[in-house]
């Protein structure tokens, strides 16, 4: 995996994204609206990640992150 999160943190990007993928669907006989108030942006300095950090960069720190509390758990 080659993509980023980088649109989570950017609300304009957020509202271009909700806006070419309405939750529901085009085929879907309901595309529900849902207030942009409630997607707001990763404030990037909780995140222990870069912006631009890969997917599965993201995805190896968390499993190792997960091993390590389970080995910590089992000690």
């Not at 222990?48 to 389970?70: G, P, V």
């Given at each position: 995996?080659?993509?980023?999160?980088?649109?989570?943190?950017?609300?304009?990007?957020?509202?271009?994204?909700?806006?070419?993928?309405?939750?529901?669907?085009?085929?879907?006989?309901?595309?529900?609206?849902?207030d942009e108030r409630y997607?707001?942006?990763?404030?990037?300095?909780?995140?222990?990640?870069?912006?631009?950090?890969?997917?599965?960069?993201?995805?190896?720190?968390?499993?190792?992150?997960?091993?390590?509390?389970?080995?910590?758990?089992?000690?």
């Amino acid at each position: 995996m080659h993509s980023s999160l980088s649109c989570f943190y950017s609300k304009n990007c957020l509202r271009t994204l909700l806006t070419a993928m309405p939750i529901g669907g085009y085929d879907a006989e309901y595309v529900w609206t849902i207030d942009e108030r409630y997607f707001q942006p990763i404030y990037a300095f909780s995140s222990r990640f870069a912006t631009n950090e890969k997917i599965d960069i993201i995805a190896q720190s968390m499993l190792i992150d997960l091993r390590l509390l389970m080995f910590l758990r089992h000690s």
